[in-house]
Nanobody
Framework: QVQLVESGGGLVQAGGSRRLSCRAS????????MGWYRQAPGKQRELVAT???????NYADSVKGRFTISRESAQNTVYLQMDSLKPEDTAVYHC????????????WGQGTQVTVSS
């Protein structure tokens, strides 16, 4: 099994920065992609950014140039550095760990709230 624990959420002013962390434990060798999704009130969950085990990254257009995803393999941790935050970035941010289907479905973290005040 894989478990994900997120941290780093909180209240930040518009234009500020915040860094989210997600640490994986358990059968981490089977994880090939980690990333972040977010869900704002009344909206569907949406992709923010992902990073593969090889380091390839993918970002939603709305966060390109402002957010940076990185991965520290030794600590089994993925980070989301969020800069130039906007009120529309307010959401619950969920970490995700993807693995080949033969090992089961995607693993989700419990989520961490990020609130950006104007």
């Amino acid at each position: 099994q894989v478990q994900l624990v997120e941290s780093g959420g909180g209240l930040v002013q518009a234009g500020g920065s915040r860094r989210l962390s997600c640490r994986a434990s358990g059968s981490i060798f089977i994880i090939n992609v980690m990333g972040w999704y977010r869900q704002a009130p009344g909206k569907q969950r949406e992709l923010v950014a992902t990073i593969t085990s090889g380091g390839s990254t993918n970002y939603a257009d709305s966060v390109k140039g402002r957010f940076t995803i990185s991965r520290e393999s030794a600590q089994n941790t993925v980070y989301l550095q969020m800069d130039s935050l906007k009120p529309e970035d307010t959401a619950v941010y969920h970490c995700i760990a993807k693995r080949p289907p033969v090992y089961g479905s995607d693993i989700w973290g419990q989520g961490t709230q990020v609130t950006v005040s104007s």
